[in-house]
Antibody, heavy 126, light 110 residues
Framework: QVTLKESGPVLVKPTETLTLTCTVS??????????VSWIRQPPGKALEWLAH???????SYSTSLKSRLTISKDTSKSQVVLTMTNMDPVDTATYYC??????????????????WGQGTLVTVSS | SYVLTQPPSVSVAPGQTARITCGGN??????VHWYQQKPGQAPVLVVY???DRPSGIPERFSGSNSGNTATLTISRVEAGDEADYYC?????????????FGGGTKLTVL
C-alpha cells in the first residue's frame, strides 16, 4: 500500500525558511521508476508544481521559484525534504507531495503523479 | 512558459455527458494527465497519458488529445463526480522544463 505523508510547521513568519518533509511507504526512493514531487495550492486557487526528485538525484524546479527552493532525499529514511526560503504571506497554501510514476510507452517515457499525500496547510503570517 | 487553459466551470445534469477541455499550443504532441479534486481532499489521478485510466477509475472517465485541445469526458455523470478537474503536462519545450497544471474546471452536477 503506497502512502505519502507531509509534515512540517503549520505557521511560519515572513522571511523565515519553510522545511517540509514527505515520508513515503509502500515503495522505495531508490526505485528508478519512481520519483517524488512537491505541489502547492493556495486557498481557492489552482495547483502549482514546485519541484521533483528521482532516485538518481535528478532534480527539477519551478522556474519562478527556483531561487528559493531546495529538494533533497534520504533514501534510508524514505523521506523527501523541501525547503523554501524567504517565505511571504502569498506562499500560504496547502503543500502536497506526490509520487511520480515513470513508465515506458510507445511514444517514449512518460511520468505522472499516481499517489498524493493528504496535504499540509502552511500559513505565513507574523 | 507553457500555458494550459481550462474553462472555469462546466455544468451538466445527472446521466448526461460532461466534456472538460484543456487548451495548449500543440498539446497533441504532449502526454496529458487529468486529476479530480473534491473539496478538502487531495487530487486523484483519473486519466494519464491522454486516455489511459488507473485501476479503480470507472470506464465513464475517458480522455482524448489532438491538435491544441485535450478533453476529459465523463459519461453518465453522477452526483459524486462533482469536483474540480485539472489537466497537467510536462513542458520540455522551453529552456526551463517543468510540470504545468491548468487553472482547473469546476464540474457542477445540476
Amino acid at each position: 500500500q503506497v502512502t505519502l505523508k507531509e509534515s512540517g510547521p503549520v505557521l511560519v513568519k515572513p522571511t523565515e525558511t519553510l522545511t517540509l518533509t514527505c515520508t513515503v511507504s509502500g515503495f522505495s526512493l531508490s526505485n528508478a521508476r519512481m520519483g517524488v514531487s512537491w505541489i502547492r495550492q493556495p486557498p481557492g486557487k489552482a495547483l502549482e508544481w514546485l519541484a521533483h526528485i528521482f532516485s538518481n538525484d535528478e532534480k527539477s524546479y519551478s522556474t519562478s521559484l527556483k531561487s528559493r527552493l531546495t529538494i533533497s532525499k534520504d533514501t534510508s529514511k524514505s523521506q523527501v525534504v523541501l525547503t523554501m526560503t524567504n517565505m511571504d504571506p502569498v506562499d500560504t497554501a496547502t503543500y502536497y507531495c506526490a509520487r511520480i510514476h515513470r513508465v515506458d510507452t510507445f511514444g517514449g517515457v512518460i511520468d505522472y503523479f499516481d499517489y498524493w499525500g493528504q496535504g499540509t496547510l502552511v500559513t505565513v503570517s507574523s | 512558459s507553457y500555458v494550459l487553459t481550462q474553462p472555469p466551470s462546466v455544468s451538466v445534469a445527472p446521466g448526461q455527458t460532461a466534456r472538460i477541455t484543456c487548451g495548449g499550443n500543440n498539446i497533441g504532441s504532449k502526454s496529458v494527465h487529468w486529476y479530480q479534486q473534491k473539496p478538502g481532499q487531495a487530487p486523484v489521478l483519473v486519466v494519464y497519458d491522454d486516455s489511459d485510466r488507473p485501476s479503480g477509475i470507472p470506464e465513464r472517465f475517458s480522455g482524448s488529445n489532438s491538435g491544441n485541445t485535450a478533453t476529459l469526458t465523463i459519461s453518465r455523470v453522477e452526483a459524486g463526480d462533482e469536483a474540480d478537474y485539472y489537466c497537467q503536462v510536462w513542458d520540455s519545450s522551453s529552456d526551463h522544463p517543468g510540470w504545468v497544471f491548468g487553472g482547473g474546471t469546476k464540474l457542477t452536477v445540476l
